[in-house]
């Protein structure tokens, strides 16, 4: 009886052992592991957008900023348009109509008006002419400035001395032109090409403080012979 009893016993603590445990542990680590997909992908979303309220409040944020901008660019595109205007009328130089000026126009020669006066607001054939020039300069160079006096239409020239050109050809414009030649010899001002109206232009000796106003057609050239006392 009592070898009964103890195999009973016995047998009872075998079954036991062979049962299997629950390794909660785990079972608890892989509920904190299986996250669900719609979890991550919030977890994943960019900050920006989880901003965003149901109510669009930052939509509406963002088109009142673009809003207030619009005042700020049109002041900008205003300021833009009157500094190109500006620009544009400040190179261009208004036509003289004093007396003095009238006065060029008909005698062809100007001792009181400054390099780079204009007179006409086209070009108008005046004829050309060549002048002999009698000074006592000291220096033996002397600076002269040459300008279109009428409309700037691409006319184009050439400066020479005693038949050689000391520069290239250059378009004239409203603005003089500065070149240094000798104070002695002939100073050939030649038409490269004209842009329309013939090749009207002005030059200015700083010999005798003098402005010639002249013309010359395409090929053709004037001279200013220049003789020391």
């Not at 390794?23 to 920006?48: A, F, G, K, L, V």
């Not at 006066?117 to 300069?137: F, P």
Request: contains cysteine; negative net charge.
């Amino acid at each position: 009886m009592d070898n009964d009893f103890e195999k009973s016993i016995h047998n009872a603590m075998n079954k036991n052992s062979n049962t299997p445990t629950f390794d909660t542990t785990r079972t608890n680590n892989n509920q904190e592991i299986q996250i669900p997909s719609s979890q991550t992908e919030d977890n994943s979303m960019p900050q920006e957008e989880s901003n965003l309220d149901p109510g669009g409040g930052q939509v509406i944020q963002k088109q009142s900023d673009k809003d207030k901008d619009k005042p700020l660019k049109v002041f900008g595109g205003i300021c833009v348009a009157l500094f190109v205007a500006a620009m544009i009328f400040s190179s261009t130089p208004s036509v003289n109509t004093t007396d003095a000026a009238k006065n060029a126009l008909t005698d062809k020669v100007s001792t009181s008006l400054a390099a780079g006066t204009v007179l006409l607001t086209k070009d108008e054939n005046m004829g050309q002419q060549d002048y002999t020039i009698t000074h006592n300069y000291s220096q033996n160079d002397t600076k002269i400035w040459v300008w279109d006096y009428a409309a700037e239409d691409g006319d184009y020239v050439q400066v020479l001395v005693n038949g050689v050109p000391v520069a290239e050809a250059f378009m004239i414009k409203n603005k003089p032109v500065e070149i240094t030649v000798p104070a002695v010899g002939e100073v050939q001002i030649k038409g490269i090409r004209d842009g329309g109206g013939g090749i009207t232009y002005a030059v200015r000796y700083d010999l005798n403080g003098t402005n010639y106003f002249n013309s010359a057609p395409e090929g053709e050239f004037n001279t200013y012979t220049l003789i020391k006392e």
